[in-house]
């Protein structure tokens, strides 16, 4: 037998686990290397800083977006309170339209304002004959429905509902069969 032969048929007798002596021997020598404790703690500062940025610069564009949004709603509905305090002013207009027939001065003035105020936003509810919606609508009295159909319908208007960009200005003060 050559020797190569004699070698794989003998078997040793206890095995010898093998060691990694290099492996070993870092894993000391950076157990106790002051150097990789300062890297260790400069990647957990790393860690830390980074972490501390994403969440800035998460709060920095919540904030963006939130403010964008206000501005949004505030260029929308900003003339809210004016639109409000001018409402008596419309109704007066109406009044004044119905008692005085139509007058064509009066008339033109009105169409002019109004015509105005909706390129701003507003707009007039249409209720009469619709079905009673206490989201859109303030019920000032019931009557008797004079038809079985017509109950709970709007039968009649006392002050105009109005909305300003789609979202309710004024709730419309109706008279609500029952």
Do not use: W
């Not at 619709?130 to 019931?142: G, P, Y």
């Amino acid at each position: 037998m050559t020797d190569k032969e004699k070698q794989t048929t003998e078997t040793p007798a206890a095995e010898e686990p093998v060691v990694d002596t290099e492996q070993t021997a870092t894993d000391t020598a950076t157990a106790d290397c002051p150097e990789t404790d300062k890297v260790q703690e400069m990647g957990e500062k790393l860690a830390e800083l980074n972490d501390k940025y994403l969440r800035l610069y998460s709060e920095y564009e919540n904030y963006r977006k939130r403010t964008s949004l206000e501005k949004a709603d505030l260029l929308l509905n900003g003339s809210r309170d004016l639109m409000k305090a001018i409402l008596p002013v419309v109704d007066d207009f109406d009044r004044a339209l119905a008692a005085l027939g139509n007058e064509e001065g009066i008339l033109l003035i009105y169409n002019k304002m109004m015509k105005i105020l909706e390129q701003k936003g507003l707009k007039a509810m249409e209720v009469k004959g619709e079905k009673f919606d206490e989201n859109l609508h303030e019920a000032v009295t019931q009557v008797p429905a004079p038809e079985e159909s017509q109950k709970g319908l709007v039968i009649d208007v006392v002050e105009k509902g109005y909305y300003l960009n789609d979202k309710v200005l004024r709730y419309a003060k109706v008279v609500v069969a029952c």
